[in-house]
């Protein structure tokens, strides 16, 4: 279940009836039952003979949602490519996952009760460079694995870790990925509460009406999609780190004070390389078959040679489309 309020889409972009995609834009998406667990009581009552009740042991189940872990397969797309080497000064990273209420299927205050909304989401793409986290330095995309347990009751003096209430036994159990980052560093790149709305969409994916010859339609694809807030804008390697803030409140409302370190919970993470450089591909394939000089005409362009003419019709098509 799933709930979209009507204020929530932003924009719907409808292509040509040709088009390849037709893509639509949603605020976000609200699920009708957020994570936890619960409990289904079932009455059944008779009017024969008088009223009769029967009532149903209570069956007992939970929903589960990612909390600390997420699976590769769920992530579609990420930008700048990964290990990618590129000028992307203008161009804000992001991630595509395939679960498109993934950020809004929790409270960012660890609340086990319906979101409402406007929702605000318990996740953000922060982007990192050089020397910006501390078990990090390189900005390589290496992380420390260790327990649910010990990320959330031994954090060690100074390390500040998300207050979060309601656990199972199983998930203390659980292994989870962690990044320590400087109050400083927090304060400098960190969206605000009144950001996160901003950073996360859903993506609605559509292709045209097409059917198989078995009369099959395309299935639709829906996304969700989280924008860093940060642009990667001097030369050098960056890491990109899909973070939890459920826990986090506070800190985010209160510009994340003090001296000491946060220590998040990476969901996913990739590194890339913004560099800038002078080359000019097309300028490159343009000198390629470029005259070598004004006297020599096409004699140093790279052409194929041409076979005498008049020998057959074949030869002539092929001359001419050498031209």
Known sequence: MKGVTASSIKASIAFADDAILRVQLI???IPGMPPGDYTFHAVQTLNVDGNK?????PQHFRVRAPRFFLDDATIHAVYPPPSSQSDVRTALPHITVTRPMLAWERHIDGAQTPVT????????????????IVDDPGALG?????????????????VTVPKLTVLDDSE???????????AEVMRAIAPTMD??????????VRHPDQRTQSGDVFSEGEFTVVVANRFPRTTGPYVAH??????FQDPIRNGFPGSGTFRLCSLARWAFTCETSSFDPEALLQNLVAPGNLTQGDGLALRSP?????????VNHANGRLE
Do not use: M
């Open 27 to 29: 605020d976000h998406e």
């Open 306 to 314: 041409k076979v005498a003419t008049g020998s057959s019709n074949h």
């Open 53 to 57: 009740t029967f009532e149903q042991p």
């Open 195 to 204: 950001d996160l709305p901003h950073l996360a969409h859903v993506r609605h």
């Open 117 to 132: 909304a406007p929702p605000i989401p318990w996740i953000a793409l922060l982007v990192f460079t050089l020397g910006e």
């Open 172 to 182: 203390y159990e659980g292994l989870c990925r962690t990044i320590d980052v400087s």
């Open 142 to 158: 290496t992380t420390t694995e260790r327990t649910v347990d010990d990320f959330l009751r031994a954090p060690g003096a100074g």
């Open 242 to 247: 899909l973070v939890s803030f459920e826990g």
